[in-house]
């Protein structure tokens, strides 16, 4: 897990490229005065903010990051016409449950990238993370954390368990590294 | 043909934001009103794009970006209110 | 032939938008009706979204891209308030349906 960029002055080079994107989307041009002004905003608010933020761990692999997005994308879609005919469907025969799902990851913003993949794909979505963070005393790391879900239509437990690991846990265990 | 297709989704839209409304109305619990309203939020947020969509201008644009925030945020203000009675710690 | 993506696209994203209203009024607890807005309607939203940056693109002068940001946004913060709601109604120990399973994996909070 690396936590720290290369370079000092652009702290997280993520933001930067939203901020620089979200700039020229908004005043929806390409004009050379937008690019420079959108150019500042993207180095001077990480440079500003990073004080106040907690480090968080640093994309290694942006291609499998690409590649991972584009997957969720297709999952997503999916995922929606599958819900659709879910609910349009008998509602009595649809079993509903709660499945625990244990964590290879252990930092909080891979964890919170899956909750939310998981929250936009097939029929589920993430409850909670336990143990409760409010129960661990400060620097006291758990040994394992769980996943709660809530499944829409339960079928096969083991079988979402590990679809949900190989699928969507594994990339990002890759991607950052941890 | 445009303007035709506008007007079913515009009907489409009224209609689910009655049945919003209805579970709204008929609850049971504060969860399922705040979820509600979240949707309340979103479908307003469709009706307004179709307006300016028949209207043809793209003015609409930033009160749809504006209603999407202040929803996202009011939601997650009445969840925090409601997991720990207060909003800021 | 816009004219066909756009009328498409809003026949897709109205009705996925109607699905989820109707998920909301349809299911019998809270969790399961949760599925409904959080993912029907995410998608619904992103589809009218597209019809109207296609229609805008073709009818004003320029490309628009900015409902980009709103789909993005939409996309970004469903997953989180659904997650804020979820963890109200389990604080509120809301009852689920009898049919559900695995019930004892929730456990109780602080």
């Known amino acids: 897990m690396q936590l720290e960029t290369r370079f000092r002055w652009l702290p997280a080079p993520l933001l930067s490229l939203l901020l620089f994107l979200v700039w020229l989307l908004l005043n929806n041009s390409v004009s050379p005065g937008h690019l420079v002004l959108a150019v500042i905003l993207a180095i001077v608010i990480p440079l500003v903010t990073s004080p106040f933020r907690t480090k968080q761990p640093l994309i290694i692999k942006p291609g499998l990051a690409f590649r991972h997005l584009l997957l969720v994308l297709y999952d997503i879609i999916t995922a929606n016409v599958q819900v659709a005919i879910l609910i349009l469907g008998p509602t009595k025969k649809l079993t509903p449950g709660f499945v625990k799902v244990p964590l290879d990851l252990t930092h909080s913003l891979p964890i919170t990238i899956l909750a939310s993949t998981v929250s936009l794909t097939p029929g589920t979505v993430s409850a909670e993370v336990y143990p409760w963070s409010e129960n661990l005393t400060e620097g006291n790391k758990p040994e394992q954390q769980f996943l709660l879900i809530h499944v829409l239509d339960l079928k096969d437990e083991q079988a979402l368990i590990n679809t949900i690991k190989q699928r969507y846990e594994a990339p990002l265990k890759e991607m950052f590294e941890c | ?89 | 032939m816009t004219e066909w993506i756009i009328s498409i696209l809003l026949l897709i994203g109205g009705s996925f938008v109607l699905v989820g209203s109707i998920g909301l009024v349809k299911m019998p607890d809270f969790f399961m009706r949760l599925h409904g807005p959080t993912k029907a309607t995410t998608l619904g939203m992103a589809s009218l979204l597209t019809a109207a940056m296609v229609f805008f693109s073709t009818t004003q002068a320029g490309v628009s891209v900015k409902e980009i940001l709103i789909s993005l946004f939409l996309l970004l913060t469903a997953p989180i308030s659904g997650y804020m709601m979820i963890k109200a109604a389990i604080h509120h120990k809301l009852e689920s349906i009898e049919r559900t399973k695995g019930i004892d994996n929730i456990e109780d909070d602080v």
């Open chain 2, 1 to 89: 043909m445009l303007e035709t297709v506008i007007l079913i989704v515009f009907a489409m839209i009224g209609v689910s934001l009655l049945l919003n409304l209805w579970r709204l109305l008929i609850g049971p619990s504060v969860p399922d009103r705040i979820l509600a309203l979240d949707t309340m939020y979103i479908n307003t947020i469709a009706l307004i794009i179709l307006y300016g969509m028949s209207m043809g201008t793209s003015l609409y644009f930033e009160a749809a970006l504006l209603i999407a925030m202040l929803g996202f945020v009011s939601t997650v203000a009445v969840c925090k209110y409601l997991l720990r009675g207060d909003i800021i710690e």
